[in-house]
Every structure is written in C-alpha cells, then in structure tokens.
C-alpha cells in the first residue's frame, strides 16, 4: 500500500509568529500515525527500526538528508527519511533528528509508521516502500492569523515569490532555496521551499507546484503560511525566518 493511503490530511491553523525558533526545544508542528499493523516489542521491526534510527541519526546532519532502509524479510523491513531545513547547522540538525524519532515514537507506540514536523527537521518511518514517491496525503497547513491590507495583490506577489523559488529549488543539488522580494510601504516578503531528496527533479518541481496551488485554501490574505508535506514544503512570511 502507498504510504500516501496510510496517513490523513489535516488542516491546521496556528500563528506563526509562536513558533519561530531561535534554538531547538520547541514542541513538534504535528505529526501522524500510519494506520499500518503494529510491532510487538523486541520484534524483528522493532530490531530493524532502532537500527534504522541510528543509522539516519549518523547519515543526516552531514548533509541535511538521510534515507535508509534495514532488515532481510519484507515483512520485518523498516524504512526512514530524514530531512533537515537547508539553512540549520549540522549540530541543529543532529540535535532535531535526534529528538524527532523519540517523540513520534513515544507518540505512535508500537506503530509501524508515523512522520513527525519540527521547525528544523522531519522524520519518517514505515514498514513499506515510500522513497522515491510524492507524499501528497501526509500534508497540514500552517497560517499566521493576521491579514493583509491587499489581498489580492499580496497573493499574487506571494505566488509569484514562491514559484520562483520552486524553479529554483528543483535545479539545485539540495532541492532548497529562499528568497525574498519587496512589496511596498517598507514591507519585505521572504519565502522558503524544499523537497526531500529522494524525489526526482521533475517530481519535486511537481509537488512544490501542487503545493502553492493550495495556497487559496491554506493562506488567502494572510500575512504567513505554510503547507508542508512528506515529501516537500513552502513557507512565506513578511518577517525573516531563515538563517544568514
């Protein structure tokens, strides 16, 4: 079964400006449990996973990604993904997806899959295949409650903004890119987008496009947004939230 069947989509609304974060330590953006079997303890998963765990502790902050899969049988198999925001440190991104697997775990006890969203990191797990495939149905929405003066005009140079980055971010090795533009009345808009870099560069310009079409149902108007999902994300906000 695509891992796109195992988790729900969730809408969620919260003000961004109370989860910008200096340092790690904040609570998680969200997470989901898979609706797969569960493992019994000291199981042959349960074996595989922790070893999957470490393995994408050691790989992922070096680079900022980590992909792996542990164990012989199919049916025991666990496969991970670990993808750190391309502007964090290798020490921010060690600390995240440390922690990451910890939490999702203690809250999907016995789960066979579950995906968890920090600020910096996300992290994965699944008993079944899912490299290499657009995440759509693993996707929330984030939004900053305050509304803008213009929203016609602001969607638009917002769009804009954020397909531009797209573009950008699909032709580079890391799938990440930032920007920022200049609207008026000294307000300045900076935008983020990244993919997980399993994908292809087609798929990942792909699920970015798909994701900033959602941009009238997750942020019409308003002053920040995001919409994340499993395999890529967008965020855009009129103060800078990336760092230097």
């Not at 970015?208 to 967008?234: M, Q, Y």
């Amino acid at each position: 079964m695509s891992s796109t069947k195992l988790f729900s989509t969730f809408l969620f609304s919260l003000t961004l400006s109370l989860i910008l974060q200096t340092s790690f330590g904040a609570d998680p953006l969200f997470h989901f449990c898979s609706n797969s079997q569960n493992f019994t303890a000291n199981s042959p998963y349960e074996s595989n996973l922790k070893t999957l765990i470490n393995s994408l502790i050691y790989k992922t902050p070096s680079s900022g990604f980590g992909v792996a899969s542990v164990g012989i049988d199919q049916n025991q198999k666990a496969y991970g993904l670990a993808l750190c925001r391309g502007d964090v440190s290798a020490s921010e991104c060690k600390t995240c997806v440390s922690e990451a697997p910890k939490e999702i775990l203690n809250r999907c006890q016995y789960n066979k899959g579950g995906i968890i969203w920090y600020d910096y990191c996300m992290f994965k797990y699944l008993d079944t295949d899912f490299f290499a495939k657009i995440d759509y149905t693993n996707r929330f929405y984030m939004w900053n409650l305050n509304n803008v003066s213009d929203p016609s005009s602001f969607n638009y140079k917002t769009r804009e903004l954020l397909s531009q980055l797209a573009e950008k971010a699909y032709v580079t090795s890391n799938f990440y890119a930032t920007g920022e533009v200049y609207l008026e009345n000294s307000v300045t808009l900076y935008g983020l987008t990244q993919c997980t870099r399993d994908l292809s560069s087609n798929d990942c310009k792909k699920c970015l496009d798909d994701a900033i079409d959602e941009l009238p149902n997750c942020c019409d108007g308003k002053e920040g947004g995001r919409v994340v999902s499993g395999s890529c994300n967008f965020r855009y906000e009129i103060y800078p939230f990336v760092k230097e």
